[in-house]
């Protein structure tokens, strides 16, 4: 289980500030970000596990932040949203 006092990486805030702005797959995320498939993978694990991102209800996502038990959690072709507490972690790094 991820604390919700955890301190973000640049790159998961990144990660957290192009959904903000739209829906993407992981896919397109990672191609966008120009970093190692491997740093990319940590932190969408992070994400994931804590809660921050969630599927779409038109790929079988309930809606709810299930974490990485979500349908959509490590497929990098679904695409992905914030949850409230993603918006929220945005909105403290962005303080």
Known sequence: MIPDDLKLSKIE???L???NSGTFTG???YKNLD???VRFDKAIKILWQGCFLKGRLEDGCCGAPCGQDCVSAFKNERSW????KGMAALQKQQI
């Not at 949203?81 to 409230?84: E, F, H, N, Q, R």
Request: proline residues 0%; hydrophobic residues 50%.
């Open 13 to 15: 805030v990144e990660i």
């Open 35 to 37: 970093i190692k498939q």
């Open 27 to 29: 896919e397109e995320l």
């Open 17 to 19: 500030f192009r959904l």
């Open 81 to 84: 949203l914030l949850t409230k």
